[in-house]
């Protein structure tokens, strides 16, 4: 399976506190072809860093509520764990995406 950056996925987390595991959305950022991908995860809860993106068309991505991308809490998930895929961004939502992934990771010090 091959997924493409700003795929919106279900995939099932394992907690510690929850031995069964929790299924959570995240938003594709990198597929290499290999069996895992880097991913963003999404939450219903508000923004509370300046690195917290709210979605602002999220109904065009396939989610329920309103969610909010978490930019600073970047992972590897493996593709065995995704559970199904339920849309993609919006290409305004994915540009406001890149730009606060540059702001995070690619800013230049004066």
């Given at each position: 399976?091959?997924?493409?950056?700003?795929?919106?996925?279900?995939?099932?987390?394992?907690?510690?506190?929850?031995p069964a595991g929790k299924?959570?959305?995240c938003v594709v950022l990198l597929d290499a072809g290999d069996?895992?991908?880097v991913a963003a995860p999404l939450t219903s809860r508000s923004r509370s860093?300046?690195?917290?993106l709210p979605i602002q068309r999220w109904r065009e991505a396939?989610?329920?509520?309103?969610?909010?991308?978490?930019?600073?809490?970047?992972?590897?998930?493996?593709?065995t764990e995704i559970v199904r895929r339920v849309g993609r961004l919006p290409e305004?939502?994915?540009a406001e995406l890149v730009r606060v992934l540059?702001?995070?990771?690619?800013e230049e010090s004066g």
């Open positions: 399976m091959i997924l493409k950056p700003g795929e919106v996925v279900l995939v099932r987390i394992d907690y510690p506190q929850t299924i959570r959305p069996d895992d991908f860093s300046p690195f917290d396939g989610l329920n509520v309103s969610s909010t991308i978490r930019v600073h809490k970047l992972t590897v998930l493996a593709k305004s939502d994915w540059r702001r995070a990771f690619c």
